[in-house]
């Protein structure tokens, strides 16, 4: 008759169930081997989807003449003895006969093509996992970190004597300015800033005006 050895480990809340399930006959058996404990079966997934035969119930499969299986699943529930129990086992028909390896016409296998009647679940399991072997993918490495591209300097578009008065504005308003205003720019600097934003505001309308040309002042003559 079939027999089911089992081990039951309790891991963070998380009762861990470990058994095995033997055939000793010289024919092929269908078992069923049920849950005792009181919370869902949480059993082994193969791309995402449960291995062949598990349900929320427990595992359902043919095992071979005198084929030994390892099973194992976990659950939320507290741990019980015996976790697991054989709820009943009966002869394998001639389409559920095992091939050498020991998987059912109902089960397949890990390197099985799916045939042409097999379920989704059968042919995500038949998929494999879809990353690349690590060793497979280059690693950067200093060489091949990007480097960063040159940039010419533009020249300034401002003249150097003008450049220059700037600079100095500033470097006197860093100093501190005129200490009888709130303003770091002295009044002398103030004013000269002044004028030279009233000039250029006059350059622009002349500029807009003409259509783009400035048009000559004409010259008094003494």
Do not use: H, K
């Not at 049920?34 to 082994?44: F, K, M, T, Y």
């Not at 028909?93 to 390896?101: I, K, L, M, P």
Request: aromatic share 4%; with cysteine.
């Amino acid at each position: 008759m079939v027999t089911l050895d089992w081990r039951v480990e309790s891991r963070a809340g998380v009762s861990l169930v470990e058994l095995t399930v033997e055939n000793p006959t010289d024919c092929a058996r269908r078992v069923r081997v049920g849950n005792r404990l009181d919370g869902a079966v949480w059993p082994p997934r193969r791309e995402g989807v449960p291995e062949a035969g598990w349900d929320d119930g427990g595992f359902e499969g043919v095992l071979a003449p005198g084929e030994r299986r390892a099973l194992g699943y976990a659950s939320p529930a507290q741990p019980v003895e015996p976790p697991v129990e054989l709820v009943w086992t009966e002869r394998a028909g001639e389409s559920e006969r095992t091939d050498d390896a020991g998987w059912s016409a109902d089960e397949v296998a890990p390197d099985a093509v799916p045939s042409d009647d097999a379920t989704p679940e059968d042919v995500v399991r038949s998929l494999g996992d879809p990353r690349p072997p690590a060793d497979a993918v280059p690693r950067p490495t200093p060489d091949a970190a990007p480097r960063p591209t040159a940039r010419a300097d533009s020249a300034s578009p401002i003249p150097d004597p003008v450049e220059s008065w700037l600079s100095a504005v500033a470097e006197r308003a860093d100093d501190g300015g005129s200490c009888a205003t709130d303003s770091p720019l002295s009044p002398e600097d103030e004013s000269a800033l002044g004028a030279v934003a009233r000039r250029i505001e006059t350059l622009r309308e002349e500029t807009t005006s003409g259509g783009g040309r400035t048009e000559p002042r004409a010259r008094r003559s003494p």
